[in-house]
C-alpha cells in the first residue's frame, strides 16, 4: 500500500462524503459549496497519485485497477448528483445531464467487462490515453457545473451551467470514442471468451 494507492483510497472514501453534501437537494446553506470543494479535493488526488506513481516507479496492478475503478465512482456520484437541482431548476436542460450519465455509465459497464475478462487472465488493462482525456472533460465539466449548482441562481449560474454542459457534452463525445477505442483494442479478449 504505498502513497498512491493510499490517495486512490482516500479518493474513493471522498466519494462518500461529497455524496453526503451533493445528494440533498438543500441539506443546508453553503452545503452544495461543501460538495464542490471535496470534489476538487478528490479530483486533485487523481492527478496527483498518478503523477507519484509514474515519478516514482510505483505503478502496481492494485492501483491499475483501482484508480479508473475510484474514477468511475466519483464521476458517477458527481453527475448522478447534479439531476435533481436541474430539474429544479433549468427544466428540460437537465436531460443532457441525465443522457450523459446513462451515455457514460453504459461505456463504463462495458470497459469495467474487458477489464474483468482480461484480470480473469491475469492481465491488467492500464487506462488509455483518450480515456484520460476523457476524464479531463469530465472533471472540467462538473467543477463548473456544481460551481453553477453552488451559486443557484442568477447570471453566474446560468453562465456556468451552459459552460458545464458544453464541457459535458465534449466529455460524452470523447467517453463514446475512448471506449470504441478500448473495445476494438480488446476485442481479442471478446473473442477469445467460451
Not at 453534501?21 to 486533485?44: D, E, H, K, Q
Not at 465512482?73 to 453527475?79: E, K
Not at 484520460?132 to 453552488?150: S, W
Not at 458545464?164 to 463525445?173: F, Y
Request: with cysteine; net charge positive.
Amino acid at each position: 500500500m504505498n502513497l498512491p494507492n493510499k490517495l486512490t483510497v482516500a479518493r474513493m472514501i471522498l466519494v462518500f462524503a461529497f455524496a453526503v453534501f451533493a445528494f440533498p437537494l438543500n441539506l443546508f446553506t453553503g452545503a452544495a459549496w461543501v460538495a464542490l470543494c471535496i470534489y476538487i479535493l478528490a479530483s486533485a488526488t487523481d492527478a496527483l497519485d498518478g503523477h507519484i506513481a509514474r515519478k516514482n516507479n510505483q505503478v502496481t496492478d492494485f492501483g491499475k485497477f483501482l484508480d479508473p475503478l475510484a474514477d468511475k465512482l466519483l464521476v458517477n456520484t458527481a453527475l448522478i448528483s447534479l439531476i435533481p437541482f436541474m430539474y429544479v431548476y433549468y427544466g428540460e436542460l437537465a436531460q443532457i445531464v441525465l443522457w450523459a450519465t446513462l451515455i457514460n455509465l453504459a461505456r463504463e459497464f462495458a470497459v469495467s467487462g474487458i477489464r474483468m475478462l482480461a484480470a480473469s487472465g491475469g492481465k491488467v488493462i492500464a487506462a488509455g490515453k483518450l480515456g484520460k482525456f476523457k476524464m479531463i472533460a469530465q472533471t472540467l465539466a462538473l467543477v463548473v457545473l456544481l460551481l453553477g449548482r453552488a451559486t443557484h441562481e442568477g447570471t453566474v449560474s446560468k453562465v456556468c451551467v451552459i459552460a458545464g454542459l458544453a464541457l459535458l457534452g465534449i466529455a460524452t463525445v470523447l467517453a463514446v470514442w475512448s471506449g470504441i477505442e478500448y473495445i476494438a483494442g480488446n476485442k481479442n479478449l471478446l473473442k477469445n471468451m467460451k
